[in-house]
């Protein structure tokens, strides 16, 4: 086990696989977008040499707060309140990166916490935004959106069968009173359709839209990768895990350079670019062990890249 999970008690998905994967240099350059509780930084950054670099991103404040107060005393370590999706803003990113670190999804802290409002299994506020001083909350665009709006965003980020029926539901519910709660949104979603699938709560999948909705997630996931490509230097790697379809289709996608072009009226399409980035082997699962020791792992996929030398 390593020093990481000692000090926190929290076990960072496929730590070994992602380490292996960077291919870290003592004195390369590295980005951890998505901060969350640090395991991953923490390995890259113990494996660095003094001429080394670990730059630390993350849309939630907590995150950063976190991050500032560990490594205040570390020069090499800088820390950036942000979304990965603008790492190529940052100049140090965009002077160029050795490898990037991704973890998509909610983090253990933020699912862990009530008061962020991610998770039906407590109660509490319906905001669900990962970085809680800007936008909307779920509560707030459910209090505005159209039914068939809602209906689209269940469907297309949460695969929700029954999207039209819970959409409805909640219309109806907001014309007496706006839901506010977790518990309130979860309870409607169960009144709405039921309990269908066993070992499966009702609203999972509907908490999962409005979550990846809220905060752009795959929009992000989009800019981040091709921001990512931008700041790797020829040879760097990208790592990148995924925690349902949606986002690693995304991913699988990009690293094959299979990005959608709008066809054009009685042209033919344009030349396609060699894709930046080269797969490194297939794509990675979490083994039964790490799975029984950490569940968050058991949906996780790990995609390595690598960029191309003519892509600089």
């Not at 000692?6 to 696989?17: D, K, N, S, Y």
């Amino acid at each position: 086990m390593t020093h990481a999970l000692q000090v926190l008690g929290h076990e960072p998905v496929m730590l070994t696989q992602v380490v292996a994967g960077l291919c870290i240099k003592t004195d390369g350059t590295y980005l951890d977008g998505t901060f969350g509780r640090g395991g991953h930084a923490r390995a890259v950054l113990a494996r660095l040499g003094p001429q080394g670099r670990l730059l630390v991103m993350d849309r939630d404040p907590e995150a950063i707060a976190s991050a500032q107060r560990e490594f205040a005393g570390d020069a090499r370590v800088a820390v950036r309140h942000g979304n990965f999706a603008d790492m190529a803003d940052w100049p140090s990113a965009l002077a160029g990166l050795d490898g990037v670190m991704l973890d998509l999804g909610v983090s253990s802290p933020q699912l862990d916490d009530a008061g962020r409002g991610f998770s039906f299994q407590g109660d509490g506020p319906l905001d669900m935004r990962m970085d809680p001083t800007r936008g909307l909350s779920v509560a707030q665009w459910l209090a505005q959106a159209g039914e068939v709006e809602i209906s689209d965003v269940l469907w297309r980020h949460g695969e929700e069968r029954m999207s039209r029926r819970i959409a409805k539901a909640i219309v109806e519910q907001r014309r007496e009173r706006p839901l506010v709660t977790t518990r309130e949104l979860a309870d409607l979603v169960i009144r709405a359709i039921g309990r269908r699938e066993p070992h499966k709560h009702p609203a999972t999948r509907t908490f999962q839209a409005l979550r990846i909705h809220i905060n752009d997630e795959l929009g992000s996931l989009q800019a981040g990768l091709a921001a990512a490509a931008r700041c790797l230097r020829p040879g760097g790697r990208l790592a990148v895990i995924s925690f349902h379809s949606l986002e690693d289709r995304i991913v699988k996608n990009f690293i094959r350079g299979e990005v959608a072009r709008a066809p054009r009226r009685g042209l033919p399409l344009p030349p396609v670019a060699p894709a930046p980035l080269l797969a490194v082997g297939h794509a990675i699962q979490a083994d039964a062990a790490e799975v029984a020791r950490n569940p968050r792992a058991r949906s996780a996929v790990l995609r390595i890249a690598c960029k191309r030398a003519e892509a600089a």
